[in-house]
């Protein structure tokens, strides 16, 4: 029976012991650039590493206009800077065009995650072959 007690005495003592892992603190930039390239809205955002870029907009009431397919969210308004006709705006990290959309962007300390107006190359469009 004292082995039993000496045992749960261990246990509880050792159940305080759990460490409790703290979420790393990052800062990230957010720019935004009009179609000609010059900023128009900045700011840096305290967030944790790992977290959803998307996510931590909304948290600090990014204005922004979304549509949301599904597979992730598209951002047609950001800041105030709307893309007319035959634009979009175009999202780069780090001073790189994103393979990614913004919803898939896990956060890292120091990103800068930049989003400019950009023209769309109409030689790059898809058409569908018309039927004859």
């Known amino acids: 029976m004292k082995y039993v007690i000496a045992i749960l005495l261990v246990l509880f003592a050792f159940s305080g012991c759990t460490q409790v892992q703290q979420q790393e603190q990052i800062t990230v930039t957010l720019q935004v650039h009009d179609v000609e ?19 931590v907009l909304q948290q600090n009431n990014i204005p922004m206009e979304t549509d949301d397919f599904g597979f992730g969210v ?27 959309g913004i919803s898939d962007i896990k956060l890292e ?16 469009v898809f058409e569908e072959p018309q039927e004859q």
Do not use: H, R
Request: hydrophobic share 40%.
């Open 37 to 55: 390239a010059n900023l128009v809205f900045e700011k840096e955002i305290n967030s944790v590493k790992g977290a959803s870029a998307f996510e």
């Open 74 to 100: 598209f951002i047609k308004s950001i800041a105030g800077v709307v893309p007319e006709e035959n634009q979009y705006l175009g999202l780069n990290v780090n001073e790189e065009y994103s393979q990614v």
């Open 109 to 124: 300390n120091g990103m800068i995650i930049d989003f400019s107006v950009e023209e769309i190359d109409e030689s790059q």
